[in-house]
């Protein structure tokens, strides 16, 4: 199937910035869509950003202005670059990977693959 890693969560103070990676692998597959999540602390996961097509960015009214997703579609990677953070970014981020996946006598499925996280903290 397919495995997904983030990477580059850390402390920072507030307006500091961070750039999160999110790499997805495995066997055979085509990405529908990916974008990035987050989980603060008594809280509901709520999505941070997304590609909804290949050209097509939606963000959280929250985040818009300060956060930016971008992605290398030959390396399968995720990026989410975090400028002007705030202590209420703080969170565990995960990515998510929508995609149909193959193995050696074809399609073997589709579905929703997520990161196991990654912790950002930002002090005030």
């Known amino acids: 199937q397919v495995q997904v890693v983030e990477s580059g969560g850390d402390l920072v103070q507030a307006g500091g910035s961070l750039r999160l990676s999110c790499a997805a692998s495995g066997s055979t597959f085509s990405i529908n869509h990916m974008g990035w999540y987050r989980q603060a602390p008594g809280k509901q996961r709520e999505l941070v950003a997304e590609?909804?097509?290949?050209?097509?960015?939606k963000y959280a009214d929250s985040v818009k202005g300060r956060f930016t997703i971008s992605r290398d579609n030959a390396k399968n990677t995720l990026y989410l670059q975090m400028n002007s953070l705030k202590p209420e970014d703080t969170a565990v981020y995960y990515c998510?990977?929508?995609?149909?996946?193959?193995?050696?006598?074809?399609?073997?499925?589709?579905?929703?693959?997520w990161g196991q996280g990654t912790q950002v903290t930002v002090s005030s």
């Open positions: 998510n990977v929508n995609c149909r996946y193959y193995d050696g006598r074809g399609y073997a499925g589709a579905g929703d693959f």
């Open positions: 590609f909804i097509s290949r050209a097509q960015i």
